[in-house]
């Protein structure tokens, strides 16, 4: 089986140095590349096509936000996946990394068994958020006034397709979804797989993001979260 490549992206040399033995001593992952800044962070995944980028947010020259935001339009780079990495859980960041095209979003206090963790699951294609804490987060992003509505994305879906994206809008596993439409789990895999296509979207993070935009959705009124271990809130 082919290893994982990995690029690692933060402006400070000894945490990407750190990053990359943490990461290099995996038997199923491999150091694709490191670069510096935002601009550094383009070249180098253009240059070695990795399957995961670790890309930090405030660095010189461009950002992390944007460097993932011209990542993930990059048709040449249209299988490589950004789990951006962060010191601050600032809402406005991880909503602008969602809108990015990022596949989740991991505190660098995380511990190294996490951050392996979230590596491996960002290249099967699984969002790094637990699914009630994504649609919270979506969900207070897209309430904002001037978000519109369009449902114009549907039209391409069957009914049944709608149903799964609107239960993966409301947080449910493909389990539940199972239970809830009465079908098998496999069945609901391959209706994932059809939105995925349908909708160009790069993971289940953004099936939810659609279905907040076309209002299949609604945005839940905030409550107490409990963070979880490598997303706690930073005193």
Avoid: W
Avoid at 17 to 36: C, F, N, R, T
Avoid at 48 to 66: H, Q
Avoid at 212 to 222: E, F, I, Q, S
Wanted: hydrophobic share 45%; proline share 5%; aromatic share 2%.
């Amino acid at each position: 089986m082919n290893s994982v490549r990995v690029l690692l992206v933060d402006d400070q040399p000894l945490l990407r140095h750190s990053l990359a033995l943490i990461v290099g001593k995996e038997p199923d992952l491999e150091v694709a590349g490191q670069a510096g800044d935002g601009v550094e962070a383009l070249t180098q995944a253009r240059a070695t096509r990795p399957d995961v980028v670790l890309m930090d947010v405030r660095m010189p020259r461009v950002d992390g936000l944007e460097a993932t935001r011209r990542i993930c339009a990059d048709p040449v780079l249209d299988r490589t996946r950004v789990l951006v990495l962060s010191m601050f859980e600032l809402d406005e960041y991880v909503h602008e990394a969602l809108r990015a095209g990022a596949s989740g979003f991991l505190l660098k206090d995380a511990l190294p068994e996490d951050l392996l963790d979230a590596v491996r699951r960002t290249h099967r294609g699984e969002s790094l958020f637990a699914p009630s804490i994504l649609t919270r987060l979506v969900g207070h992003f897209l309430s904002a006034p001037s978000v519109t509505r369009d449902r114009s994305s549907l039209r391409g879906l069957t009914a049944r397709e709608v149903d799964v994206l609107t239960l993966v809008g409301g947080g449910l596993s493909n389990d539940e979804i199972a239970d809830a439409l009465v079908i098998s789990v496999k069945t609901v895999k391959t209706h994932l797989t059809h939105l995925l296509a349908k909708l160009r979207a790069r993971d289940r993070a953004q099936l939810v993001i659609a279905a907040y935009d076309a209002g299949l959705v609604r945005p839940r009124v905030a409550e107490p979260t409990v963070h979880p271990r490598h997303c706690r809130r930073d005193r």
